[in-house]
């Protein structure tokens, strides 16, 4: 499956930002769909997920009340929906997927076979 992350942009703390990620090539329903995020210096980390069935949804702590994840399977596209930003949200956000990711290994990075290019978020203070 292709990943095509869009929808990074700079905006002000407080502010919003909806990334989208179009996947083409495969059944899209059939992959467990995550967000991660990457600033500099630091690792990849986990932003939020789709289980492969669409039924379980996973949040990173700082993202739970800011951030949606949502899915659209006619258009084979995820989305994350960020309020509320903050400047330590700045990062690069990745959308990824993988068939064979289990519930609980949906936060790890190493699980996901597939990856997009990435969309540069930056908030600024």
């Known amino acids: 499956v292709q990943l095509q992350a869009s929808g990074g942009g700079l905006v002000q703390a407080g502010g919003s930002l909806r990334l989208s990620c179009a996947a083409s090539g495969r059944t899209f329903t059939r992959y467990a769909m995550g967000w991660f995020r990457q600033a500099p210096g630091k690792e990849r980390e986990f932003v939020a997920a789709?289980?492969?069935?669409?039924?379980?949804?996973y949040y990173a702590e700082s993202a739970k009340g800011r951030f949606t994840i949502s899915r659209d399977n006619a258009k084979n596209t995820v989305y994350l929906q960020m309020n509320s930003l903050k400047p330590e949200d700045t990062a690069v956000y990745y959308c990824?997927?993988?068939?064979?990711?289990?519930?609980?290994?949906?936060?790890?990075?190493?699980?996901?076979?597939?990856w997009g290019q990435g969309t540069q978020v930056t908030v600024s203070s």
């Open positions: 789709f289980s492969r069935s669409g039924g379980s949804i």
């Open positions: 990824a997927a993988d068939s064979g990711v289990i519930s609980s290994s949906m936060r790890s990075s190493k699980m996901y076979h597939y």
